[in-house]
């Protein structure tokens, strides 16, 4: 079953405008990882974040995490026309044995120039 | 390193023949993914393998579907006979177990098939 729930399922914004999207899960994680596939492309990963962090950067994007609420944010800065694409969330479960990730139905963002 | 690799990149097929789907992971990663999009469903694993040995299938739609890890550096999905909902775009993924969890997937370029 699908874990991660993202919302919005889609997004509009002008260049140069910030978005934001959230995820949510059920279950204790180790891990939970956002991915931005672009039209008709594999899907790319952009940051991890452990369930003992709060809050990561890479460059434009900023990551939360609130365990206690399961749920996660990531935020694109000084959106480019170029990150238009969708993104997806993932959770490595705790009581997951194997080794695959949840991902979610991911949120579709248009950024327009 | 090359990434994943996926072959044939386009596949355009008439129902009921045979589909077979190659996937190379990239070098030196223990886990390997197959994984379905379409955008009705949107991404679903299908099986995959831990060291060439399938750890869970529950996600393989029906026996038409099959999959197989010869060796670390191969895998085929295989679908006997095609049917027109079996159109998608397929995906390989791999990673390397670290010991800290599941890490960072990595994707191939997909294979976009058409079944007709």
């Known amino acids: 079953s699908q874990q991660g729930e993202e919302d919005p399922q889609a997004l509009s914004i002008q260049e140069g405008e910030n978005a934001t999207m959230n995820c949510s899960y059920k279950t204790s994680i180790n891990n939970l990882q956002w991915y931005r596939q672009n039209s008709g492309r594999g899907l790319v990963h952009l940051i991890l974040?452990?369930?003992?962090?709060r809050e990561k950067h890479s460059g434009r994007l900023r990551v939360t995490l609130d365990t206690s609420k399961k749920s996660s944010s990531l935020l694109i800065t000084a959106s480019r026309a170029a990150d238009t694409a969708s993104y997806f969330c993932a959770t490595d479960e705790v009581y997951n044995q194997g080794g695959k990730l949840i991902f979610g139905q991911g949120t579709e963002l248009s950024v327009k120039p | 390193d090359a990434g994943v690799i996926q072959s044939p990149r386009h596949e355009v097929t008439e129902m009921g023949q045979e589909v077979t789907l190659r996937c190379k992971p990239i070098s030196g990663h223990d886990y390997l993914f197959w994984y379905r999009q379409t955008m009705m469903r949107g991404l679903e694993l299908l099986i995959y393998?831990?060291?060439?040995?399938?750890?869970?299938d529950s996600g393989m739609p029906e026996d038409r579907f099959s999959a197989k890890m010869p060796n670390a550096s191969f895998s085929t999905l295989k679908i006997q006979p095609s049917e027109p909902r079996d159109s998608a775009v397929y995906f390989c993924?791999?990673?390397?177990?670290?010991?800290?969890?599941?890490?960072?997937?990595?994707f191939g370029p997909g294979t976009r098939l058409l079944v007709l």
């Open positions: 393998f831990n060291n060439n040995v399938p750890i869970d």
């Open positions: 974040i452990r369930s003992n962090e």
């Open positions: 993924a791999s990673s390397f177990d670290r010991g800290l969890g599941r890490e960072t997937q990595y």
